[in-house]
């Protein structure tokens, strides 16, 4: 169920960008990395329950520091000062938050598979 789920957002995601932008290597890639933090999401979410983001500080100060930066990057970092399309700006956005949620997934994934429980 998790790589059905996973596979419908590669395609949607890749679909929806690829109609607003045309780009078929930038939908797909875009496509592919928000899949791929699924998955990864599901599976730390079904394999470390326990280490989901917890509630103390020290704990949601690195993730709200990951995603403000990611967020950050794709609002202000691709922003319309640049002289590019609205739509191609919208899935540069797209592709920078997809790939900072992968970097994000993985590492934590990783430190949990290096740590044994």
Same mark, same amino acid.
């Given at each position: 169920?998790?790589?059905?789920?996973?596979?419908?957002?590669?395609?949607?995601?890749?679909?929806?960008? !690829?109609?607003?932008?045309?780009?078929?290597?930038?939908?797909?890639? /875009?496509?592919?990395?928000? +899949?791929?933090?699924?998955?990864? /999401?599901?599976?730390?979410?079904?394999?470390?329950?326990?280490?989901?983001? +917890?509630?103390?500080?020290?704990?949601?100060?690195? /993730?709200?520091?990951?995603?403000?930066?990611? @967020?950050?990057?794709?609002?202000? +970092?691709?922003? =319309?000062?640049? =002289?590019?399309? =609205?739509?191609?700006?919208?899935?540069? +956005?797209?592709?920078?938050?997809?790939?900072?949620?992968?970097? !994000? @997934?993985?590492? @934590?994934?990783?430190?949990?598979?290096?740590? =044994?429980?």
């Amino acid at each position: 169920l998790h790589w059905v789920a996973s596979i419908f957002v590669t395609l949607v995601v890749s679909g929806g960008l !690829y109609w607003f932008v045309g780009d078929f290597a930038l939908a797909a890639v /875009t496509g592919v990395a928000w +899949g791929s933090g699924l998955i990864i /999401t599901l599976r730390i979410a079904r394999q470390y329950p326990s280490h989901t983001t +917890g509630d103390s500080w020290s704990d949601k100060r690195w /993730t709200g520091l990951s995603t403000g930066l990611i @967020t950050f990057a794709a609002l202000v +970092g691709v922003s =319309p000062a640049l =002289p590019i399309s =609205p739509d191609l700006r919208l899935g540069l +956005g797209f592709l920078v938050i997809g790939a900072g949620f992968v970097g !994000y @997934t993985a590492g @934590t994934m990783a430190e949990l598979e290096r740590k =044994p429980e």
